[in-house]
């Protein structure tokens, strides 16, 4: 998963924006972790946060079954250019 780091003036940790992520399977209660909180934090239900230019992996562990688990691959890489593809 690739996120736009977007600094702010304002903001102490980072860009200040929040991606609502969901999962499905399971018993539908989730626990979330991000190896490396330098580059993304998670909270709640999934909102990751970038922080700072670099790569990290958000986790997803089924809370009634930790053996049940799944890992994606985050990037926060700098915003040249945004296009909308319609």
Not at 32 to 50: E, P, Y
Request: with cysteine.
């Amino acid at each position: 998963m690739l996120l736009p780091f977007l600094p702010t003036v304002t903001e102490k940790h980072g860009s200040g924006e929040v991606w609502n992520l969901s999962s499905k399977g399971g018993s539908g209660t989730y626990m979330w972790s991000i190896l490396d909180t330098t580059v993304a934090s998670v909270q709640g239900s999934a909102q990751v946060k970038s922080i700072a230019i670099g790569k990290t992996q958000l986790i997803c562990r089924d809370h009634k079954n930790h053996n049940n688990w799944d890992a994606i691959d985050i990037e926060v890489a700098q915003l040249n250019q945004l296009v909308w593809i319609e």
